[in-house]
């Protein structure tokens, strides 16, 4: 995630005016799922990893919290987090989560929305995220679906016409660094298998509880291009408790 691309003003531009930056929760996709997976936040310490406009951050402290850390790499969507999610049990920090270093046992509750994919070494991060959450504490996460990022370029094969032919999928077994275009920009993120995200926590603790590959809402299928999501799956969400 060290690359921040969230920080250069036409990117960030773009970024602001999508259906989730406008409208919260209710304008992401995958929330109508997601909600279902949380754990009871009261009284809880909650981690949110790359917390971005800190909508969860707000989720959490609205529903019982004890308190709240945002941790995001882009002084502009902390800036954001300010302003439309400010609470007084929520803090937010602005460093990379691959730096971050916290006492064993710190937190009840952490959570991640659309930011793994963003980071190269997961099996560190994994390793830091067991160390940090207390024993019986849930950790839930969405990321990009493996069929999504395993090609790169996140885009669509079109005809001559440029109607939409189908979605690549290509050098899924070789993971790591892809060059993908989002929001007409460049980009780099990484791919890692299924198994890589289903395997790596339980090697470190973790439980599986659930796995959920979310479809579009049918709140949402009027908007353009919404029906296609259904062609191939996007996200990846999921639940770990530690052992």
């Known amino acids: 995630m060290k690359e921040n691309k969230y920080d250069e003003e036409q990117f960030f531009k773009k970024y602001s005016e999508m259906e989730r930056s406008k409208k919260g929760l209710e304008g992401a996709g995958e929330w109508h799922e997601l909600q279902k997976i949380l754990p009871d936040f009261h009284d809880k310490k909650v981690l949110d990893l790359g917390c971005g406009y800190g909508w969860h951050c707000k989720y959490a402290a609205n529903h019982g919290a004890a308190s709240v850390l945002g941790i995001d790499i882009s002084h502009k969507m902390l800036n954001i987090a300010k302003q439309k999610n400010k609470d007084e049990k929520t803090e937010y920090q602005c460093i990379a989560m691959e730096d971050l270093d916290f006492e064993e046992a710190s937190f009840d509750v952490i959570i991640s929305s659309l930011a793994f994919h963003y980071v190269k070494d997961f099996e560190s991060l994994a390793n830091n995220i067991s160390k940090w959450l207390k024993q019986g504490g849930e950790f839930v996460f969405s990321v990009e679906h493996p069929v999504f990022t395993s090609y790169g370029t ?72 919404m029906k296609d999501e259904m062609r191939r799956p996007m996200m990846l969400l999921l639940s770990f408790k530690k052992l």
């Not at 070789?174 to 993908?180: F, Q, S, T, V």
């Not at 929001?183 to 599986?208: A, D, S, W």
């Open 154 to 225: 996140q885009d669509w094969y079109y005809d001559e016409n440029g109607n939409i032919l189908h979605f690549p999928v290509d050098n899924y077994y070789y993971e790591g660094k892809r060059e993908a275009v989002f929001l007409g920009e460049k980009v780099i993120k990484y791919h890692r298998t299924l198994t890589t995200y289903l395997n790596t926590l339980p090697q470190k603790g973790f439980m599986l509880q659930h796995i959920i590959e979310p479809k579009p809402p049918q709140s949402m299928m009027h908007l353009e291009g």
